[in-house]
């Protein structure tokens, strides 16, 4: 079946396929978004229910592997000691995300200049800042102005509260003589806007039923649809069609809610899919011009993938720290040993995040993002009565470098409830981040001591969290080279010259931050360069 | 599906799992958490029914009535189950837990509110722009630590 072709079509309605459309918004042509998934409303996040918690474990599990939804895609993760998390459906993984909003650095950009690996980024920080800028007044961020660790910038809404957590946190990193500070996060600290500020549920992972939190489903999707964007959801797409004669892509194949093999064309096609799924459609999307999958000439579709590998280590003190009240991310964030130091055994480096404690189920459960329940019995009373209210905790958020064997591929079995191949990930890590998580821990454990804890806890082993691949990038990276990236300097891939890629798959290195505030100023930029070249464009 | 003594063994387990505190304050887990919740959970494990099956199973292959037993002997013989059978031990772990600490009633013992968080949510006091400049004045003084 064939749909009446329209001008830009975008693939995937989550945080960077919103961003880049209302980017677009301004040129008056026809848009259209095609979403896998459904809306959800607000009034269907579990956070309204009497037994909320036990959502974590099952249809509002971040793992699509524990989910299970018609929507989602399986993800093979036997090779990986990390999975892909994410959401499927209208805002994309901005419905579960927790909204730590901290940009990358400047040096992020240069990491071969400065520190001779990785390659450098077409774009720089000072060329992303307007679209920082832009996007952070779209979304609504909280936080503290003056960050030494950033060139300066302003916030619109003063910080979250840090809490007493924060606050005796903060009080070690003062004693160490380290940098922290209150965490930028797309969350509301004070109503604006039309939107309700954060009521501190400390859930933000089940949906954020005060629409609190930016996603992409309370911030763009709203002005998207009254501008007139068709947003089509139960629409998986399977393959981007490109004509042998132009080279071009003239749009896709798509499964409607009906089942049925779709025809929609378009003249500009954007993919937006995040960093597992648009490798895996476009490894999915091979042809006799491109029998390696599409605008994968260079090989490096699906390579270089890197999440944040991350570890923790929690303090226990002396009086409750009230863990659970509050945004669940994001209490304050040391910055310390971020850049490179020459006298460490690795180079780049990681953030000291202190999020919030969790939930009594999931600490009892293991935690967020691990599977390790804690011991039954006695030692189950203890731990429950004695320490988990008087936990606060740091996690070990590593810089992951890109690494070609690190990977999408395709499974060649799995498939999702459409028959399209499942994305396969190959994925171990790297020396350089181990020696950091080693490192982080070490320095995690000096603080909390300084803070005042009286008993730390951690894992003496090297593992990482296992549901911790929340940031998904590199897997079709930027670069002016069309030997060893797929996309140029603003988005557009190198063999297809109107297929475009906004979502963090782009990136060129991790930085070792939470990455949407970056993916969407990049997904604003890549607009705002369309624009520029809209007469031109397929030159 | 469990029979009445099946039901009784199956809470004296819970107990042990998660036992309650000795003031009485909090209640063990065979009070608290219903054999309803074993059998509506599917959605969180592939068999839970059957693993407890093999559970109990495991446990009255070594006592005629564990419920009877003090509360050593008990921990012994569930021990010795766990290593005989430790996926399906594992599984009910799990599934105590997650159907003791879903209680609303149990929440408030451990901190959070018994009430759902959405929409009321938790009162945080606002912090005074006194206390995060003078929080952060040290990390200001030091400046400026990022590369360009
Ligand atoms: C639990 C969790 C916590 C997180 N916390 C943070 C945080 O605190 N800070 C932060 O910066 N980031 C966080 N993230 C990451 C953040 O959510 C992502 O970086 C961001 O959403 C990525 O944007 P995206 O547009 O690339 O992809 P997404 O937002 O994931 O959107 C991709 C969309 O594409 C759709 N799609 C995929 N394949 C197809 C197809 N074949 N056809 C049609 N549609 C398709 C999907 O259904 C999805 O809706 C978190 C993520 C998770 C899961
Ligand atoms: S803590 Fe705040 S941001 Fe998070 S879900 Fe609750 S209201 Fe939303």
Redesign the interface.
């Known amino acids: 079946m064939q749909n009446d072709p329209v001008d830009v079509l975008v693939v995937g309605a989550g945080a960077s396929g919103a961003a880049v459309l209302w980017s677009l918004l301004e040129t008056r042509m026809k848009f259209l978004c095609l979403e896998q998934g459904l809306r959800i409303s607000d009034m269907d ?1 579990p ?8 959502a974590r ?3 509002f599990s971040c793992d699509p592997n524990v989910r299970g939804l018609k929507q989602d895609y399986p993800i093979n993760s036997d090779e990986s000691c990390i999975t892909p998390v994410n959401w499927n459906g209208v805002g994309g993984s901005t419905i579960n995300f927790l909204a730590h909003w901290p940009r990358m ?3 992020d950009f240069r990491t071969a200049t ?1 520190d001779g690996v990785a390659e450098d980024w077409p774009v720089d ?1 000072a060329r992303l800042e307007p679209f920082y800028e832009m996007n952070d007044r779209n979304v609504g961020v909280s936080g ?1 102005g ?1 960050n ?4 300066n910038y302003a916030l619109d809404l ?2 979250i ?3 007493k957590l924060g ?1 005796t946190l ?2 070690g ?2 004693r160490m ?1 380290w ?4 965490s930028d996060v797309a969350i509301l600290s004070q109503d604006h806007e039309g939107r309700q500020k ?6 933000c992972d089940l949906g ?3 629409g609190a939190k930016g996603g992409a489903n309370f911030t763009y999707w709203p002005i998207l649809e009254n501008a007139g964007v068709e947003l089509r959801t139960e629409c998986r797409v399977r393959e981007i069609l490109v004509d042998k004669g132009t080279g071009l892509a003239t749009g896709v194949l798509y499964h409607g809610p009906d089942g049925r093999v779709h025809e929609q064309r378009a003249e500009l096609v954007i993919m937006a899919c995040n960093g597992v799924g648009t490798p895996r459609l476009l490894l999915n999307s091979r042809s006799g011009m491109f029998p390696e999958g599409v605008a994968n000439r260079s090989g490096m579709v699906g390579r270089n993938l890197m999440f944040h590998p991350l570890t923790g280590v929690s303090g226990v003190f002396d009086e ?1 720290m ?1 863990g ?3 945004p669940m991310a994001c209490s304050i964030l040391s ?2 040993f ?3 130091d020459p006298d460490r055994n690795f180079v780049r480096g990681y953030g000291l995040h202190s999020g919030r404690s969790t ?3 999931t600490f ?2 293991g935690g967020y993002g691990i599977d390790d ?1 804690i011991p ?3 030692q ?2 203890f731990i ?2 004695d320490i ?2 008087y936990l606060a905790g740091l996690t070990v958020v590593t810089e992951d470098l890109p690494e070609g064997h690190n990977r999408v591929t395709l499974d060649p079995v799995l498939t999702d409830s459409d028959g399209i191949p499942a994305p396969k990930i190959s994925y171990r890590l790297g020396e350089n981040t181990k020696r950091m998580l080693e490192h982080g821990k070490e320095r995690a454990k000096e603080v909390l001591l300084a803070a005042g804890a009286r008993k730390l806890l951690f894992k003496d082993d090297n593992t990482v969290w296992w549901r911790a691949g929340w940031h998904q990038m590199g897997t079709c990276r930027m670069g002016h080279d069309p030997r060893n990236s797929v996309v140029d300097g603003w988005g557009r891939c190198h063999d297809v010259k109107n297929l475009f890629i906004v979502d963090g798959s782009i990136f060129v290195t991790s930085g070792a931050v939470n990455p949407t505030s970056t993916i969407q100023a990049l997904a604003l930029y890549v607009g705002e360069c369309i624009k520029d070249n809209i007469y031109n464009l397929f030159e | 599906m469990w029979s009445e003594a099946e039901l009784r063994v199956l809470s004296s387990i819970l107990d ?4 309650a ?1 000795p003031d009485g304050r ?1 209640p063990g887990a065979g009070a608290v958490v219903a054999a309803e919740f074993f059998r509506s959970a599917a ?2 494990a592939v068999d839970p029914v059957g693993a407890i099956d093999v559970v109990l199973a495991g446990v009255s292959a070594m006592t005629e009535d564990f419920s009877a037993l003090d509360r050593p002997e008990r ?1 012994e013989i569930l021990k010795v189950v766990e290593t005989e059978t430790p996926e399906n031990f ?1 599984l009910l ?2 599934l ?3 159907g ?5 009633e ?2 408030p013992l ?3 509110g018994a ?13 005074s ?1 006194e ?2 400049d003078r ?2 004045k ?3 003084q ?7």
């Open positions: 996040f956070s309204r229910d009497a037994d909320y918690e036990l474990y099952g249809r650095k400047p040096s400065l920080y503290l003056g030494p660790a950033y060139p003063p910080p509260p840090i809490g606050q903060a009080n990193f003062n003589g940098h922290w500070w209150p954060c009521v501190n549920a400390g859930t954020c039923a005060a409750p009230k659970h009240e509050g910055q310390e971020y850049e490179t939930t009594p189920m009892a459960l329940p039954w019995g006695n189950h009373r429950m009565d988990y209210p | 042990e799992l998660i036992p505190s909090v959605q969180y921990i594992a772990v799990r105590a837990y997650m003791y600490y879903s209680r609303p149990i929440r451990f901190g959070p009430q759902p968080v959405h929409p009321r949510g938790y009162t945080v006091p606002d912090e722009s206390l995060i929080l952060t040290p990390v200001r030091r400046g400026r630590c990022y590369r360009t």
